[in-house]
């Protein structure tokens, strides 16, 4: 996964594969490591995304949330949903987020 900031790429690990080999990566892991990458670089002004990344707490099933600075992140089920809400990070934080998927096994 990689971030672009200020005209410079920077390479975000989601995990230690040679640690998880049968690991089976999530698209709301991957999602939660951008938000926190971004947070982590000053980066929190984020957009309300649906029930993706909210400010308001959760009434139901409030396990299925990660809490990320004053944000409410629920991750995206699947790659289409994770997509849109890269794309909405992107136009309002003004930053590019590209992902590269491999095989390894």
């Known amino acids: 996964m990689f971030v672009k900031l200020n005209g410079k790429w920077y390479r975000v690990d989601v995990s230690r594969w040679e640690n998880w080999r049968r690991y089976k990566l999530a698209w709301s892991s991957v999602t939660a490591v951008v938000v926190r990458f971004l947070c982590d670089r000053g980066m929190c002004d984020l957009p309300e995304i649906g029930q ?4 308001q707490y959760p009434q139901t099933h409030p396990e299925w949330y990660a809490k990320i600075d004053k944000w409410y992140l629920r991750g995206p089920g699947n790659g289409e949903q994770a997509v849109r809400v890269f794309r909405e990070l992107e136009r309002h934080l003004g930053v590019e987020i590209a992902l590269e998927i491999m095989n390894t096994g």
């Open 52 to 55: 993706f990344i909210t400010r």
